[in-house]
């Protein structure tokens, strides 16, 4: 087995990485591309509901989110276990919605594609997801979305 | 002159691919589209439009989630599964049936002289403290009915799937021929059974 002796005195080459970093820029723009920015931390807990006529939601920057359940475990001693609607990082009640569509629409480049996705609870009592409906019908947010999952 | 050691710049990129990685998520939402009705007009009465009774059909949620729907020929409550095939028996109206919602002469571009039931209406309505999951379920097994009505009509009169039509005739059937009428009242707010 001598053929696999190595020759004394010959050098390692060492692996040529200059293209590592082109490899690793082609994934990290990858990953721009189809991921979100995490916006908000949510506070409250929520199961969206399952349907079968679900649409994607297009143009992520024109959609705003309402997140509508019970404070999170952390938060449950301090804020209690009932129904909390939470805009961008804090709790709010519903006649605040208008002035948080008002801001979002302000940061939007096309506001007639203004969409709002209610992401509520799905044991979430109708009252307030009525409540919110009332003031986007009001602050004249039309489109709405209940986000949903998939169901087969 | 040696050249730029650039050793460290997949170091760089690995923290900025690593940064993006945790703050960015990845889950594609998805969603049931629906579409407020206009701000009613403060300077306006309520006009109270009188629609015929044949062209509604009350569809309501107790607050126990249990469903509850009426037409002039049907009254009782049902469950979720028979919403669908009663909803769209009841917009189609295929015999033309005296009371299911009226049927008129309507000419569609594209469509031609059509017979269409426009008028019908959907009343849904909720209690405050119905789950909301029931009521998504309802308003799912709405838009399923209506876009499987709109399927069907496509492929009775183009043979072929209602996606692959073009971008007129698809509104031409979603807004003039099958229009979604769903009106949703104010909930009640005493939180008994429905009536």
Not at chain 2, 17 to 25: E, G, K, N
Not at chain 2, 91 to 114: A, M, T
Not at chain 2, 129 to 156: H, S
């Amino acid at each position: 087995m001598a053929g696999f002796k190595r020759k004394e005195g010959r050098e390692m080459v060492e692996m040529n990485t200059s293209s590592l970093p082109d490899l690793i820029f082609t994934i990290l723009f990858f990953f721009m591309m189809v991921t979100t920015m995490r916006e908000v931390t949510l506070k409250v807990k929520f199961v969206v509901p399952q349907g079968t006529e679900l649409v994607k939601l297009e143009k992520k920057s024109a959609v705003s989110f309402i997140y509508v359940g019970p404070p999170t475990d952390q938060l449950r001693a301090q804020m209690g276990s009932g129904t909390r609607i939470q805009l961008n990082d804090r709790y709010a009640e519903p006649r605040e919605v208008m002035d948080f569509v008002a801001a979002e629409r302000k940061s939007m480049s096309n506001e007639t594609d203004q969409v709002i996705s209610i992401k509520a609870d799905r044991s979430t009592h109708m009252g307030y997801i009525t409540d919110i409906k009332e003031v986007l019908r009001k602050s004249y947010a039309l489109k709405i979305n209940y986000s949903a999952s998939h169901r087969n | 002159m040696p050249g730029l050691n650039t050793s460290s710049t997949a170091d760089i990129s690995f923290m900025l691919l690593i940064f993006f990685l945790v703050t960015t998520s990845m889950d594609t939402d998805m969603g049931l589209s629906r579409r407020l009705p206009q701000p009613p007009d403060p300077d306006q009465e309520d006009a109270q439009v009188d629609i015929k009774s044949r062209n509604i059909m009350y569809v309501r949620l107790n607050p126990e989630g249990q469903l509850w729907i009426k037409d002039e020929t049907f009254s009782d409550y049902v469950s979720i599964d028979v919403l669908r095939k009663r909803v769209k028996e009841f917009v189609k109206n295929e015999q033309n049936f005296s009371k299911w919602p009226e049927k008129h002469v309507k000419i569609i571009d594209g469509l031609g002289r059509c017979l269409v039931t426009d008028k019908h209406v959907i009343s849904v309505q909720t209690a405050r403290d119905t789950p909301y999951d029931a009521y998504f379920q309802v308003q799912n097994e709405l838009v399923a009915a209506y876009n499987e009505l709109r399927e069907e009509y496509a492929r009775e009169k183009f043979h072929c799937s209602y996606e692959s039509l073009s971008d007129e005739l698809k509104s031409a059937i979603r807004l003039e021929y099958y229009p979604q009428n769903i009106s949703e009242a104010e909930p009640k707010k005493y939180s008994g059974g429905v009536q």
